[in-house]
């Protein structure tokens, strides 16, 4: 027998199985010929999946209270991913311009030009978002809080419109998590997660994935997931269903320690505005307040504004927080987005640098700490004018 079937003592452990193949091995010649029958559930080929990422599959769905699960290799696959199964040319797509910008450049440059018709729509619009929809839009994509600048997003009257109109939604809904907001429940046909993100939980694995309930939408992107070769390694569904495991912890550590975080720096001189919804005084509060059960970990500012040197002075002298993109891991992190990207958006939030951060499970304390001497330090390179 040439399959590496290991012996059949009865075993079992706390541990998923790491199963790995490329090729599937089949009983017999019917059974080769039906193999995509197996569909949308079944093994049939590595690129459809293994029973390790099946297992990851169904853990996500449950978190989200779908009855689906689609992953995929990164966040923005998933992304692109769910777009790719439903819009074609001559479709309309909506997309809020606080969306993550591969998604942005994805319907730019990729879709617009193979006869998609990709409109940016504001992201506070709310309900309002009837009067963009023509006979032709096909998908409304929406993300909050919106990547760096925080928009809040009216999901659930959105989805209405949506539904009511005949309309697919999709939300980017890694900010929250399953457990800050559940997107099905409120209406959204595809739930998002960059997994990469709080699901993984130590910025050591990128993984996305699209949770759904219709039957119909999972067939869907079943094949389109495996016809773009977007499978996943069983390795990084372990490291996943390992995270999955201190999901809830984490992101509850997380989200006490970041709203303090947030407090301190709202009072602060030299911050002139804290773009994260759980603060009273965010734009999106209401709906946050209505709709979500969690503070995130992850809020972005505005400075006083001050010379590029200042910035400088700010990063280079963090102790404690790690200069780096992404975000939701156990490690705090600070990013920088400079003015021209902000100002330049269609709906800008703002057209002064943003400085984004990520909280990870050090000491609250310390944090709050090494804040205040980065604050410090750009506080003397502003004087020095
Ligand atoms: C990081 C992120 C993504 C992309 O995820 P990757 O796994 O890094 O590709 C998408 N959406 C949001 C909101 C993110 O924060």
């Known amino acids: 027998m040439s399959t590496n079937t290991p012996h ?22 019917e059974d080769f010929v039906q193999r995509k029958n197996r569909q949308p559930d079944g093994f049939s080929y590595g690129v459809t999946g293994t029973p390790t990422a099946r297992l990851l599959e169904q853990k996500i769905a449950e978190l989200e209270n779908g009855r689906h699960c689609v992953i995929t290799p990164s966040g923005a696959a998933a992304l692109m991913t769910a777009v790719m199964g439903f819009v074609r040319g001559g ?29 940016l729509y504001q992201p506070d619009i709310g309900a309002e978002i009837e009067s963009l929809i023509k006979a032709n839009t096909r998908m409304i994509c929406m ?87 977007q499978q996943v390694s069983p390795e990084d569904c372990f490291l996943v269903l390992r995270g999955l495991e201190t999901l809830k912890l984490r992101v509850e550590a997380q989200s006490a320690s970041t709203i303090q975080i947030a407090h301190h720096l709202a009072q602060h001189p030299l911050v002139e505005r804290l773009m994260y919804p759980p603060l009273e005084s965010d734009p999106g509060h209401a709906i946050w307040k209505r709709d ?5 970990c992850l809020f972005s ?30 490690h705090s992190l600070a990013a920088y987005y400079p003015a021209p990207l902000q100002a330049d958006r269609p709906f800008p939030a703002t057209d002064q640098p943003v400085v984004r951060l990520s909280i990870g499970l050090e000491d609250t304390a310390m944090l709050i700490a090494d804040l205040d001497q980065a604050l410090d330090a750009y506080g003397r390179a502003m004087a020095q004018g």
């Open 301 to 330: 500012m505005v400075l006083k504004p001050a010379p590029e040197r200042a910035f400088h002075g700010f990063f280079d002298s963090l102790q404690h927080f790690v200069i780096g993109a992404s975000w939701g891991g156990v």
């Open 292 to 296: 979500y059960k969690t503070n995130g």
């Open 143 to 229: 993300e909050a809080p919106g990547t760096v600048t925080m928009e809040m997003q009216d999901i659930p009257a959105i989805a209405a419109v949506a539904r009511k109109r005949g309309v697919l939604t999709m939300l980017d809904n890694t900010w929250a998590s399953p457990l800050g907001f559940k997107s099905l429940k409120h209406g959204v046909d595809l739930s998002i997660q960059a997994a990469t993100k709080f699901f993984g939980g130590h910025s050591d694995v990128l993984m996305g994935c699209i949770s759904m309930n219709d039957h119909g939408h999972y067939d869907i992107l079943r094949e389109t997931q495996s016809i773009l070769g």
């Open 8 to 29: 059949q003592e009865p075993f079992a452990s706390l541990s998923p199985a790491v199963m790995r193949a490329s090729t599937v091995v089949f009983d017999s010649f």
């Open 91 to 119: 479709d309309h797509l909506l997309v809020s311009a606080a969306c993550y910008g591969s998604l942005k450049t994805f319907a730019d440059k990729w879709l617009a030009r193979m006869g998609v018709e990709v409109e």
